[in-house]
C-alpha cells in the first residue's frame, strides 16, 4: 500500500480507469466490486477497494473494451456492469465541471 501525502490545498486527484486521464477524485464516481458486479458507489461509502471512472458512458465503454475494471478492482473473473451502465444513464446529464476552464 502506497501512502499517499498531500498538502491540504492540493485537490486528491485518481485515474479514470477508461481513458486513462488524472482527474479531481470529486469528479470521479467510485466503483467498487460486489460479488460478481460492479456496484457504483457514488457516496464513497462502500467498503473494498475502489476504481474511479469519468460518470461517462464513453469511459465506461472504453474501461470495458481495455477489461479495465477486473484489474483495477483486482477480481478474478469477469464483472457486471449492469448496474453501473443504469447509473451512468441516469447521470448522463450531469455536468461535468472539468478543471481548468
Ligand atoms: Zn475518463
Do not use: N
Not at 42 to 55: I, M, T
Amino acid at each position: 500500500m502506497r501512502a499517499e501525502q498531500h498538502a491540504p490545498d492540493t485537490p486528491v486527484t485518481r485515474t479514470c480507469v477508461g481513458c486513462k486521464e488524472r482527474a479531481v477524485k470529486s469528479s470521479l464516481l467510485r466503483l467498487v466490486a460486489a460479488g460478481d458486479a460492479i456496484q457504483p458507489d457514488p457516496s464513497a461509502r462502500l467498503p473494498g477497494r475502489g476504481a474511479y471512472l469519468h460518470p461517462s458512458p464513453a469511459c465506461l465503454d472504453l474501461a470495458r473494451r481495455r477489461r479495465a475494471f477486473p484489474r483495477a478492482l483486482r477480481t478474478a473473473g469477469p464483472l457486471s456492469l449492469d448496474s453501473l451502465a443504469e447509473y451512468l444513464c441516469g447521470v448522463s446529464d450531469l455536468e461535468i465541471v472539468l478543471p481548468g476552464q
